[in-house]
């Protein structure tokens, strides 16, 4: 069963760069086929991809996020992160990790971010 735990601050300031890591567990980050995706819900909106880095460590962003997004892995630590630079108060969200073949098998429970002074 993999399992997926979303960790970062709850808090982060307006321009400043928001960080989350997500650890696997159950699962390598190198099974074969397997995409590593960052996902948020904004309150109120619905869900937004915002990119993935493959089991081959390709990356792939949302063309409207792609410019202050980065997705990253730590294979020895069975961890993928995400880094979104320049933050406002429109990217105060619930983060979550997810994963699958085809689609989102697994998800983390999520994480609040929010983007305030």
């Known amino acids: 069963q993999v399992q997926l735990q979303e960790s970062g601050p709850g808090l982060v300031k307006p321009s400043q760069t928001l960080s989350l890591t997500c650890t696997v567990s159950?699962?390598?980050?190198?099974?074969?086929?397997?995409?590593w995706s960052w996902i948020r819900q904004p309150p109120g909106k619905g869900l937004e991809w915002m990119g993935a880095?493959?089991?081959?460590?390709?990356?792939y962003y949302s063309p409207s996020l792609k410019s202050h997004t980065s997705i990253s892995r730590d294979t020895s630590k069975k961890q993928f992160s995400l880094q979104l630079s320049s933050v406002t108060p429109e990217d105060t969200a619930v983060y979550y990790c997810?994963?699958?073949?085809?689609?989102?098998?697994?998800w983390g429970q999520g994480t609040q971010v929010t983007v305030s002074s």
């Open positions: 997810a994963s699958g073949v085809r689609g989102y098998a697994y």
């Open positions: 159950g699962a390598s980050i190198t099974t074969s086929y397997y995409y």
């Open positions: 880095i493959a089991y081959d460590g390709s990356t």
